[in-house]
């Protein structure tokens, strides 16, 4: 059977790793192993890695300066930050910085190969509608994922673009962050409502305070570009 993607496990306990090696490679998948940030590095610079599973409480280079490092490297591999389960403030910094998702110890298998799945679905998903979308003074390029303001380039992530093309699919309606995590992120996760927030933050900071993406209290959020010329 050929491998379902290639997944470098960054954790320095032996034993855990070990563990996830054995989940990961009952599901199909080819594992990789690093026991610390330097090491973990250096296998991403090595190239062929299709996901980074990231634990944050790692010795010497933690997971949080790891994700970092990663991202100013520019190359874009997905990364899921491994973190404890009362660690929120881990969980905001890590999606603050870039990462795409997260998941708490403990998980279950099944937790994790969802979480897993739904990540490099999305990574992996063809662009099916061309259309650009023009929102007021921001323009979404879809068939080469470009987002303009201005008329002038803003580099954002594969996920804040997406995040962004689903607000802007359906302009000035409110969605859910529930709706949202389904759609961009491609599963259900009663507490990830944060997770929207954090990757809404990293957009409109992107964006030069353009007041186009409205949050509606307690319920989620709507593109409005008339908010934003108001
Ligand atoms: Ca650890």
């Not at 910085?97 to 063809?126: H, M, N, Q, T």
């Not at 995590?181 to 933050?201: C, F």
Request: charged share 30%; with cysteine; glycine share 8%.
């Amino acid at each position: 059977m050929a491998s379902r993607g290639h997944i470098l496990v960054v954790e320095d306990e032996r034993a855990i790793r070990r563990m996830i090696r054995m989940y990961l490679t009952e599901a199909g998948y080819t594992v990789a192993e690093a026991e610390d940030g330097a090491v973990a590095l250096q296998q991403v610079r090595q190239g062929g890695i299709d996901l980074i599973l990231l634990d944050v409480m790692l010795p010497e280079v933690d997971g949080l300066e790891v994700c970092r490092r990663i991202r100013e490297s520019n190359g874009y591999v997905p990364i899921i930050m491994v973190t404890a389960m009362d660690d929120e403030a881990s969980r905001v910094a890590g999606l603050e910085i870039g990462a795409d998702d997260y998941v708490a110890k403990p998980f279950s298998p099944r937790e994790l190969l969802a979480r897993i799945r739904a990540v490099l679905r999305r990574v992996s998903e063809p662009e099916t509608d061309a259309e650009n979308v023009d929102a007021g003074r921001v323009t979404l390029e879809r068939s080469s994922r470009r987002c303009l303001l201005d008329g002038s380039e803003v580099e954002l992530t594969r996920l804040e673009f997406d995040l962004l093309a689903e607000l802007a699919s359906n302009p000035k309606t409110v969605h859910t962050r529930e709706r949202l995590l389904e759609r961009v992120w491609g599963y259900h996760n009663p507490i990830g409502g944060k997770t929207v927030d954090v990757h809404v933050a990293n957009i409109r900071k992107k964006l030069g305070g353009w007041g186009g993406i409205v949050a509606v209290r307690g319920v989620g959020y709507k593109l409005d570009p008339d908010a934003a010329a108001a």
